[in-house]
């Protein structure tokens, strides 16, 4: 039920409650591993480079800039297309680059009729020596107008400007080359434009849109040098606090509760509740259940009355076994659920049993129950405070690794390419429903319908703000990494993307090696400029 802050149950998650199987999961696709606590994944878009092999944004040099229009001459022997003789063009091809919004790149290519014939008598060829035409044998010369009459004109045409395509894209693409994102690239130009083009030109001219690798421009320029943050601190991961409700958490597991039929609630006992609520209106047809606050045979604490809704606790207090009462209250503007911030609920609650506990004394006779292993009350106190420290440091430093990234997301103008905000969007889309699987055990049906294009779409369309924040942390994290040519050793990468790998091997998960090599160099190079980071950085912690 919705009472408490950031969570679905009446009591809020408290991180010493962990202490028996501390685990902390990284955001990618990696199984947890030695990188567990390296926060910060996937910095920067790949981008396609020439040869067409997947280049790291980090690894790429700055590159030039472009203007709006600019008319390109791409020669013929061009190096985007490497030293294939097959693949030189008989005469150089115009393109024309445009800017477009998105860090998109628009294309422009006239291809010249010489070029065009050139293909066309490939083609030709290449269909003498498939083709089997009666009366000739495979592979011998055909007269053109007889193969022209058997294979049909009209295909001839096609696979004419199949083959233009094929052998002028490379060459159109040299501008971009180095910046353009992995499978972005697309022709606009309808084929039956391009077909009519050919028959009544000779020549070939087409549309190409690529979105390129955007640029960051920081404000102020070198801003990350000296960043000042404010971190807050849940108090529940105060280690001196969280090692207290440990060790009483504990000790109360060890007692007995007994059945209060004399008097009413008080701090202490446990309660077994019927809770339910419904907005407040003085119009009464828009009054509302409110399923989340509802609740049955629900078992609540009443020490951990400071982790419900305000007042809560002290509506309750004196209620008896069988009684029900019925209570207004508010839930604050910083509830976590937003949909019931400010909402006044009229709250009605029935009260089914009434428990006390029976405890035995704490003492070094109840340590080794309290924690397996221990001689003395004292060793038990030591042991949960340590491991308390553990839990409230990773908590610290996790906290502050996301307000770094939240400031240079704010810190960073970003012109973000479509294909890459999809890219994103649905890596985040995929954990979310590997969560879910794994949480709820989804069933064939419901797991297509989770994974429909729709679904999908409508998750791209509601956390837009979302993935654009993740994506202005990564290509600035990014960019940090290349201007202060910050390096990792080859030695981290080999241990940790073996690790990985082995993780995958022991849950007999498939995997691809070069996206974990990838996947792995990614969240090490964001390691260590969240490390170069908080070195600079003015931080100052708030408890909250």
Request: proline letters at 5%; one cysteine or more; glycine letters at 4%.
């Amino acid at each position: 039920m919705e009472l408490c802050r950031g969570s679905t149950s009446l009591l809020n998650s408290n991180p010493s409650l962990l202490l028996d199987s501390i685990s902390c999961k990284a955001s990618t696709s990696l199984p947890t591993s030695s990188l567990q606590f390296q926060r910060a994944t996937s910095f920067g878009p790949r981008v396609l480079s020439s040869p067409p092999t997947r280049t790291h944004l980090l690894r790429r040099p700055l590159s030039p800039s472009r203007s709006n229009g600019r008319r390109l001459t791409v020669s013929a022997s061009s190096a985007a297309v490497a030293a294939s003789e097959k693949d030189r063009l008989p005469a150089d091809i115009e393109v024309t680059e445009v800017e477009e919004p998105n860090s998109r790149v628009r294309l422009s290519v006239e291809v010249p009729p010489v070029v065009c014939e050139d293909c066309y008598r490939r083609v030709i060829k290449e269909f003498m020596k498939q083709a089997k035409i009666p009366g000739f044998r495979p592979g011998k010369n055909v007269p053109e107008s007889i193969l022209l009459s058997y294979v049909g004109k009209q295909n001839i045409q096609k696979a004419t400007v199949e083959s233009i395509l094929k052998r002028t894209l490379p060459h159109a693409m040299s501008s971009v080359s180095g910046k353009a994102l992995k499978d972005s690239v697309r022709i606009v130009t309808k084929f039956s434009e391009m077909e009519n083009t050919y028959m009544s030109l000779s020549s070939l001219r087409y549309d190409v849109i690529v979105d390129v690798a955007p640029e960051v421009k920081w404000i102020p320029e070198d801003g990350y040098k000296s960043l000042k943050i404010v971190v807050e601190i849940d108090r529940e991961i105060d280690a001196q606090r969280a090692c207290q409700q440990e060790l009483r958490r504990r000790h109360k597991s060890l007692g007995t509760l007994r059945i209060i039929t004399d008097r009413g609630l008080q701090i202490g006992d446990v309660a077994v509740l019927d809770i339910s609520a419904t907005t407040i209106d003085q119009d009464e047809s828009n009054v509302k259940q409110i399923p989340s606050a509802e609740s049955k045979g629900f078992h609540f604490d009443t020490e951990d009355g400071d982790k419900v809704l305000p007042g809560f606790l002290d509506s309750i207090i004196g209620m008896q076994r069988g009684k029900t009462k019925s209570f207004p209250l508010f839930f604050p503007d910083n509830w976590n659920q937003e949909n019931l911030r400010g909402v006044h609920a009229q709250f009605t609650v029935e009260c089914k049993e009434l428990f006390y506990r029976e405890l035995p004394e704490l003492n070094d006779s109840l340590a080794d129950k309290l924690l397996p292993g221990c001689t003395s009350l004292e060793q038990v106190k030591d042991s949960l405070l340590q491991r308390c420290l553990e839990v409230e440091q990773a908590a610290k430093d996790q906290a502050t690794d996301n307000a770094i990234l939240d400031q240079l997301s704010k810190m960073v103008e970003i012109d973000i390419p479509q294909s890459l905000f999809e890219e994103q969007g649905r890596q985040l889309y995929g954990a979310q429903l590997l969560q879910i699987q794994a949480n709820m055990k989804l069933n064939e049906q419901q797991l297509a319908s989770l994974s429909s294009p729709k679904a999908v779409n409508e998750y791209l369309e509601n956390q837009k703000e979302n993935i654009t924040h993740v994506i202005k942390q990564n290509l600035a994290v990014g960019d940090i990494f290349r201007r202060e040519n910050l390096q990792f050793s080859t030695e981290e990468l080999v241990k940790e993307v073996e690790n990985s790998i082995a993780e995958f091997k022991r849950h007999k998960q498939e995997y691809d090696e070069e996206r974990v090599r990838e996947q792995v160099q990614e969240i090490l190079e964001g390691a260590k400029v969240l490390e170069w980071l908080r070195e600079r950085a003015e931080i100052n912690y708030v408890t909250r």
